[in-house]
């Protein structure tokens, strides 16, 4: 049987879908399901299981909760794995078992039987599952390296003085083997594999301070010589191609490198300061937006109503929280279900972080002109289902989106606001009037981050109780359940968190709260309506993965409570 039919037969897509990827094929050059994945056509893991059933394997699903506890990755040197995109199961009788994730890569096999020298068994699974996973178990044994990055990747000592000109900074004719080009070189590859999502360059009176920001927090890297700070910022506003004998105003820049054979994008923003420009690298990895909604932190009941509301034909759904709270991973992960060749998405978006394949995607410019307004505008003459707002920032845009989801549009945007309630009176605030914001929006939902305890967490017997009381529960209602504490290993840096997930707080609109959005009720009116209707707050949903051991009382106090949580500082630091 060929892949289409057990894809056909497996309900992933039907003869029409299967002929038009054909086409695509032959275009191409791509097999099948290359052809499928690149036309949006189907999902990742269903090729795979396909795959998997086409070649006679096993499909290991790399979702399962247990999946770790069946990979040993000492058995296989980890330049292999991450090159190969290979996972070792286990190794018996002169024979080991690799997940992999393309059964045709026969030249692979070949190579792993010769590298590792034994038989190879296989199983499939999806290559974005794969990567997922090594990324996420091949981190350092601590955080960083002890030794400089200096020590390490410069072999010469730049005599250079503070006061060196930009030119004379760094010279480019000497190539990839130049000693700050290999010192940036460094920087953005250690970021990258230690699961950074920002890379802090901040130049101070006498050096240079490096830090990375992983799961949200910033760790000191290294403190680097001042005397390297004009080559350093030059060599990096080079790759971000722009002017580097500008200093006195703010610029952003993009840089794309390949990292352990991944093409990884970089958003790069220059801002001048009193010892010199800040450099802040944003890393942008395409699968972190591609997780799938049941990975980012939903409980059941507000993953379906999730699933509910994105699947109307119109409406505002308005997604609100603090910058950095993953506002837009949750509104991408929305799109990837809902990007189908029947479907037109169009994007408004201040920058464009992520490119995806069957969505157009927009760039607002204001200096042309090119505005959110311009956009939408715009957009509405396109005739699309759906339309992706990344920031409501004024009324202008708020009337238009309103308008749009009002003729028949289903409409994804975002709101600086604290809770889910505050977004019905922020909208008021703008001057869009109350009877508009009370019929076109479906669904408000708050969201914030917080860290994953790590595998090595051990049970809490004793936790703080004044962090307890912050979450609205007791410390005996604690100890029947499983709350944790970090404990620190080699797979989370000795830190005791790893990744993050988000949780959240779903206000559905009804009647009841639409009369009261009409009639301007204050936010403790309209949150004390949406509780009686079902809405689980930001605490209370946090206080659920305390009770179930995901993260620590002091994590969720921090992004759920952290108006009383200040107020209240003192008192927990003296406990």
Do not use: W
């Given at each position: 049987m060929n892949l289409g039919e057990i894809l056909i037969k497996q309900g992933a897509i039907d003869e029409s879908e299967v002929q038009q990827a054909l086409t695509i094929g032959k275009g191409s050059g791509k097999r099948l399901g290359e052809a499928l994945l690149e036309a949006g056509l189907c999902k990742e893991v269903d090729v795979a299981k396909a795959l998997a059933t086409q070649f006679g394997m096993d499909y290991f699903d790399l979702d399962r909760p247990d999946a770790g506890d069946e990979i040993d990755m000492t058995l296989v040197p980890n330049e292999v794995i991450k090159k190969h995109l290979i996972l070792p199961l286990g190794k018996s009788n002169g024979r080991i078992k690799l997940v992999i994730h393309d059964p045709m890569d026969l030249e692979l096999l070949d190579l792993l039987r010769f590298r590792l020298n034994c038989e190879v068994d296989t199983a499939v699974a999806a290559k974005g599952s794969i990567k997922q996973f090594i990324d996420g178990n091949t981190a350092s044994p601590s955080m960083f390296s002890e030794e400089s990055l200096v020590t390490e990747s410069v072999d010469v000592t730049l005599d250079k003085s503070v006061d060196s000109s930009v030119d004379a900074s760094i010279d480019v004719a000497e190539g990839e083997t130049a000693p700050i080009i290999r010192l940036?070189?460094?920087?953005?590859?250690?970021?990258?594999?230690?699961?950074?999502?920002?890379?802090?360059?901040?130049?101070?009176?006498?050096?240079?301070?490096?830090?990375?920001?992983?799961?949200?927090?910033?760790?000191?890297r290294d403190n680097l010589p001042k005397r390297m700070?004009?080559?350093?910022?030059?060599?990096?506003?080079?790759?971000?191609?722009?002017?580097?004998?500008?200093?006195?105003?703010?610029?952003?820049?993009?840089?794309?490198?390949?990292?352990?054979?991944?093409?990884?994008?970089?958003?790069?923003?220059?801002?001048?300061?009193?010892?010199?420009?800040?450099?802040?690298?944003?890393?942008?990895?395409?699968?972190?937006?591609?997780?799938?909604?049941?990975?980012?932190?939903?409980?059941?009941?507000?993953?379906?109503?999730?699933?509910?509301?994105?699947?109307?034909?119109?409406?505002?759904?308005?997604?609100?929280?603090?910058?950095?709270?993953?506002?837009?991973?949750?509104?991408?992960?929305?799109?990837?279900?809902?990007?189908?060749?029947?479907?037109?998405?169009?994007?408004?978006?201040?920058?464009?972080?992520?490119?995806?394949?069957?969505?157009?995607?927009?760039?607002?410019?204001?200096?042309?002109?090119?505005?959110?307004?311009?956009?939408?505008?715009?957009?509405?003459?396109?005739?699309?289902?759906?339309?992706?707002?990344?920031?409501?920032?004024?009324?202008?845009?708020?009337?238009?989106?309103?308008?749009?989801?009002?003729?028949?549009?289903?409409?994804?945007?975002?709101?600086?606001?604290?809770?889910a309630p505050s977004a019905i009176t922020r909208l008021i605030d703008m001057g869009v009037k109350p009877y508009l914001v009370a019929s076109s929006i479906q669904a408000v939902m708050a969201q914030r981050l917080f860290r994953m305890l790590c595998t090595c967490k051990e049970k809490d017997p004793n936790p703080d109780p004044n962090y307890l009381r912050l979450l609205g529960t007791t410390l005996e209602e604690a100890r029947k359940g499983n709350v944790c504490k970090p404990v620190g290993c080699s797979k989370c840096g000795n830190i005791g968190f790893k990744g993050r997930k988000a949780i959240f707080e779903m206000m559905r609109m009804n009647t009841e709260i639409r009369e009261?959005?009409?009639k301007q009720a204050t936010i403790d009116v309209l949150r004390e309506a949406a509780i009686r209707n079902g809405m689980r707050t930001l605490v209370v949903d946090g206080l659920v993965k305390v009770l179930r051991g995901d993260t620590t009382p002091a994590e969720i106090a921090k992004h759920a409570q952290a108006e009383t949580l200040l107020e209240e500082n003192q008192n927990i630091e003296g406990a």
């Open positions: 940036v070189h460094r920087i953005i590859t250690e970021a990258v594999r230690t699961r950074a999502s920002d890379i802090h360059i901040e130049p101070m009176a006498d050096r240079i301070i490096l830090r990375y920001r992983v799961d949200g927090v910033c760790h000191v700070q004009s080559a350093i910022l030059t060599r990096i506003k080079l790759m971000a191609g722009v002017n580097i004998s500008e200093r006195r105003v703010p610029q952003d820049g993009r840089i794309k490198l390949p990292v352990d054979g991944q093409t990884i994008d970089f958003r790069v923003s220059c801002c001048p300061a009193y010892h010199g420009e800040s450099v802040v690298l944003r890393i942008l990895r395409p699968e972190s937006v591609k997780i799938g909604l049941p990975n980012l932190g939903f409980e059941q009941d507000n993953l379906d109503l999730f699933h509910r509301i994105i699947r109307r034909p119109n409406g505002i759904f308005l997604v609100t929280g603090p910058t950095g709270s993953g506002k837009t991973t949750t509104l991408y992960s929305a799109l990837d279900v809902l990007n189908r060749p029947d479907r037109k998405i169009i994007t408004a978006e201040d920058p464009v972080e992520y490119s995806f394949t069957g969505i157009n995607q927009c760039q607002v410019r204001e200096s042309i002109g090119l505005t959110f307004a311009a956009i939408l505008r715009s957009m509405l003459r396109q005739a699309p289902n759906i339309i992706l707002i990344g920031e409501i920032r004024d009324k202008e845009v708020a009337e238009i989106a309103i308008q749009a989801a009002l003729t028949g549009h289903l409409v994804f945007s975002t709101l600086h606001t604290n809770d009261l959005a009409q």
